[in-house]
């Protein structure tokens, strides 16, 4: 089976902090991403990445950066937490197949105060 | 650019009162339309993946249908177990491998 674990599965931080949420895939997957959740918004992509260090940005960027240093590690980074941020955030990753399926972990809840 | 709708937000159903989700979309060049059932406080869990108009795959109670603008989950007789946010994705032609999302139809089966 595959698997996406993300390190952290609640997280409490205050504003201004600097905060690394972690993601791991077993299944040797080229792409990963970063989504953010929120009530009424859906899933909203933030960032994704199609081959070690090479990072595209999604649909909101702003606010986060990421890195991925080996293939099966990609990192998203709050430079400077705001309150704005507070959210549910899910890791996923896929082969780079054109219609491979996306696999997802169990999400981190975020919450900035 | 591409766009999904999902329909209805939120669905009521009796155990065993069949029904149908869908899920409409905009793409350019589609590689793929997905399915995953979400349960609170989870992450997305994958069940199906269509490519073709006319295509159908079915899963216990869930059946997902295929058409070149419009996509259904069809639950037939639902148990309380199959409660949970439903949520449909496509991916196009040139999106570099990811997924645009719908916002998700909130499925509640009461005995």
């Known amino acids: 089976d595959v698997k996406v674990t993300q390190s952290s599965r609640y997280l409490v931080k205050r504003t201004g902090e600097k905060v690394f949420l972690e993601c791991v895939q077993d299944m040797d997957h080229e792409n990963m991403f970063w989504y953010r959740q929120d009530p009424g918004l859906g899933l909203r992509l933030i960032y994704f990445s199609y081959d070690v260090k090479m990072k595209e940005k999604g649909d909101i960027p702003e606010g986060y950066s990421v890195s991925r240093e080996k293939k099966e590690r990609f990192s998203l980074i709050l430079e400077s937490a705001s309150t704005n941020q507070t959210s549910m955030y899910l890791c996923?990753?896929?082969?780079?197949?054109?219609?491979?399926?996306?696999?997802f972990g169990e999400g981190s809840w975020l919450t900035v105060v | 650019e591409d766009q999904v709708t999902q329909s209805p937000e939120a669905l009521r159903l009796q155990e065993g009162e069949s029904s149908s989700l869908n899920c409409s979309y905009t793409v350019s060049g589609l590689r793929g339309l997905f399915w995953y059932r979400q349960d609170p406080g989870k992450g997305p869990e994958f069940l199906f993946t269509l490519y073709s108009a006319g295509e159908e795959k079915e899963k216990e109670r869930l059946k997902a249908t295929l058409t070149k603008k419009e996509s259904f989950l069809h639950i037939t007789a639902p148990k309380p177990e199959d409660s949970a946010t439903y949520l449909c994705?496509?991916?196009?032609?040139?999106?570099?491998?990811?997924?645009?999302f719908g916002r998700g139809t909130q499925l509640t089966v009461w005995p």
């Open positions: 996923a990753s896929s082969s780079s197949g054109s219609g491979n399926t996306i696999y």
């Open positions: 994705a496509v991916r196009g032609g040139s999106t570099l491998g990811r997924l645009y």
